[in-house]
């Protein structure tokens, strides 16, 4: 499903944020990805749906040589991937409600269809109370609720989330995670970048990690640190 | 693309874009309308202008002499032929007894010409007002080839200077309607500009959630087109009330100038202001959002 | 509050708030300087049409009867003497002899004047050329009482007509150039406060970290001061080229029209006007950053 | 040094953010300050720094009456709050080194105390290779990590951290943890929010649990937990 051959990322500043990847994620599968501050997690990700693309190397989702296509092919790919970013990204004049369904619309879904399917979503995350909050008026918890009820509300082939639970509580944390693994089993690839240590030692999935822009471990029932 | 739903919703995140941040809309359309109105008034100027100087021109008239006596008769008769040449607008007759008594008039004080001549030497004349400067030398050439006539006169100087003058000014008013009408454009189309840039995140976030160009655009554009409208409709309202009353004065002052008052012409100018901030809305809407939607 | 290192920070700190989204601070100029422009344009308007009404104000004279025969030497003497009286520019002298040449020159054709009359009917006639407008009457008052002068005429009611549209289009002129310039500030303005909208985020976490009003309005208020001085220097530049080739084709193209080429006025008004870029961007800057500076 | 007394805060749209708050920190305290998602964390800490006033209560902090001082003394009230915000607030068209220096900046400092203080910020946080890059240029944990460094730059007698290492990995997190620790030892008083079981179980420090808004726990010594 994802497949990147030989890629490197150097930024114009000079930053060799990725050097020389390989990786191969197969369809349906649940990747953690860990690494230190910097490592270049986000980096990655932001390669799979095109906001950077690789100085060299190869991208493949799905078939498609991402750092290939058009431009004008780029917002169809990304929707068929759902992004919780790190930072959000909400649209900060859009209430929650809003930002949610905002995902679909773009997609030119029928109304009825927009209204059941956000509502859904925000259900999912517990996020029906706020529906009608503009972003400036959530907590941070509430805001990477929002960005990840977005990202699965129309139901993508592939589910990125970068660190989606680094302002949510323990246990939020764990239901978020039961949902993204929910999700996994009905035939979604999930990538999940973290620095939780407790939720990828009992969640015992794949782990990659990453350091210095190098893959270092590779490792199915992997733990958090090596070991 | 461009599906019902799609289109409504445009519309509403159109109107919705400008209900969010209402302060910026109110700036922009403060700025679209005082363009349009100074535009307005330029127009206005010019076709005021145009008017003054037409009114000279119409002054101009052929002066045909006749030199033997008329009875009345033969004389309205020969007003009636004169008025319905082509390009003639009005035929005046002044009878030799007429002239003669204003000639004394005027002279009265300084030389008693009566006094001298017994016998009126002066000639009856007929006073011709031609449509449009243009047709002068036509129309005096016609006169001239009848055989009542004894001789036309015009001044053929001061005819090539008004001409020159109309053309002149008709050149100049041209292009500085379309100088001004470029400088409109480029206040209307950078005010939605920067109304567009401070929303630079905002299609940031909306491309990386798969939204197309156009998807982007639209509700751009329409958010252009609302604001010109909305600057357009504001800039006659003012055009009309201030034309209507600087018109009264100026025409209660200057009985003397041609203030135009058409109607039709008015209201044609109105409607091009309005829809010139409508078309610089959308230009400037669909122009600005395009060079983010690029970079982005 | 504003020690050394303070100012020198504004300062580069406004610099830097330029470069840092250099494409509004490009469309910021560009709007003031087509809006100034347009204003500049207005006020060399205004000044050429307040000349030209001079001119044809300059163009009213007295004139002077003396009845009795002149000899050229006491004719001069009257001359000198009339040209010395308050308010007089210009005294032209027309002896009997040459009025009575011009007369005749005029009615040729018409009436064989000079058939019937063998002597000169006319007076020696002065014209009067006044200072200004106002002073007619008392000049003219003042020349009657002279014992050598027979009459003194002048059109008193076409005197009043000048008068009358002098003052109007003074008053029209600057009504409409105070209208303008608010016109002008309200478009700079707002266009400064557009690009300052679009940073109230920054303002915002400045005030979060510590920072004083003042602290935050100083950048912004010089960034306003540099727009402001950018465009109107940039119309100055535009105004200047244009107004010397536009002044060079009307003056040749109407010799009549006094186009005015004062150096002195021409650079009044183009140093007008880039001054009133700089404190309008000041203004500008002034005023949009106080509101998100109360808001944050 | 802070002090809330029977302090509400209760939002336009009706949300009842803290209910009746009494809480007292005293000088060169370290607290936690934990609870889940929208429970009034974020909420507190402004009160302190006056980004929001409390609907009724009153808000002490250093024998100043927060909530009653004018909008001109503002400024100086902040400038003696270290922040570190949960959303980070860096100004975007500024490098990091001149986000850090912008709070020395408004304090009027001269020029080469400015540097010098700056940069031992940077170097403290691990951000000096980092002082040139802009915000978008820069990971998750590195924009946290120059929060961090701007928050203690003038060495502001009190510090408020909120979920000052959500974006971190756990041995950067535990560094911040200990920088923060030394700079309480300083005569500090720091005030942290927090989801990060580990740390504040390791920590052994007062723990106050919000929840709902209500303060439901006050411990010294506390755990993440109850018990
Ligand atoms: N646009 C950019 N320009 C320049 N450098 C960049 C850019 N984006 C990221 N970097 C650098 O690339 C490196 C990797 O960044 P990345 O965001 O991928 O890290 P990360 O693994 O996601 O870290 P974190 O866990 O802190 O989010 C960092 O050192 C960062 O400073
Ligand atoms: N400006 C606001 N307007 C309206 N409601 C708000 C506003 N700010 C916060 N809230 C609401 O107040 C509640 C408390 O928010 P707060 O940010 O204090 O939570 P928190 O404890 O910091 O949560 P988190 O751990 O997710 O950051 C939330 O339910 C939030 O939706
Ligand atoms: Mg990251
Ligand atoms: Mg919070």
Known sequence: MIELKDVSKVFQNGVEALLNINLHIGREE???????????????????????????????????????????????????????????????????????????????????????????????????KRAKSFPNELSGGEKQKTCIARAIVNNPPILLADEPTG??????????????????RRKT????STHNKNIVDGMKKRVVA?????????????????? | MSKATDVEFFIIEAIRGIGRSPLMSFVAIGIVTVTLTIFGFFLLGVVNLGNVVSGMAAKLDLTCYVDRD????????????????????????????????????????????????SDNPLPNTFAVKV?????????????????????????????????????VIRLA??????????????????????????????????KLVGATGSFIRWPFVIEGILIGVAGGILAVVLLRGSYDALAFKIASAFPFLPVVSDAFLLNFIFISVALCGTVLGMIGGYISVSRLIKNA
């Open chain 1, 30 to 128: 649940f990747v953690f990805l860990v690494g230190p501050s910097g490592a270049g997690k986000t980096t990655l990700m932001k390669l799979l749906y095109r906001e950077e693309s690789p100085s060299i190397g190869e991208v493949i989702v799905d078939r498609i040589k991402v750092n290939e296509i058009k431009e004008e092919q780029i917002p169809f790919l990304r929707r068929n991937i759902g992004v919780v970013f790190q930072d959000y990204k909400l649209l900060l004049r859009r209430t929650v409600y809003e930002n949610v369904a905002f995902a679909l619309q773009v997609t030119g879904a029928p109304r009825s269809q927009i209204r059941r399917l956000t509502m859904q979503a925000l259900e999912l995350v517990g996020m029906v």
């Open chain 1, 167 to 184: 302002n949510l509580d323990p246990q939020t944390s764990w239901d978020i995670m039961e949902l993204l693994d929910k999700i996994n």
């Open chain 1, 189 to 192: 690839t999930v990538l999940v």
């Open chain 1, 210 to 227: 990453i350091e210095g822009g190098r893959i270092t471990r590779d490792q199915q029932l992997g733990m958090y640190s090596q070991q």
């Open chain 2, 70 to 117: 008329l009875a009345p008769r033969d004389a309205a008769e020969l007003q009636l032929k004169l008025s319905k040449m082509e390009g003639v607008e009005k035929v005046t007759y002044y009878s030799k007894d007429d002239s003669w008594k204003s000639f004394k008039q005027d002279y009265s004080g300084k030389l008693e010409l009566s006094e001298v001549v």
């Open chain 2, 131 to 167: 449509r449009n400067p243009e047709v002068l030398p036509q129309v005096a050439k016609n006169i001239s080839q009848m055989s009542e006539i004894d001789e036309v006169r015009y001044s053929g100087k001061l005819l090539g200077q008004v001409k020159h003058f109309v053309d």
């Open chain 2, 173 to 206: 008013g041209f292009v500085f309607v379309l100088l001004l009408f470029f400088a409109t454009l480029l206040i209307v189309v950078n005010t939605i500009r920067l109304t567009v840039l401070a929303r630079e995140t905002d299609i940031y976030i909306m």
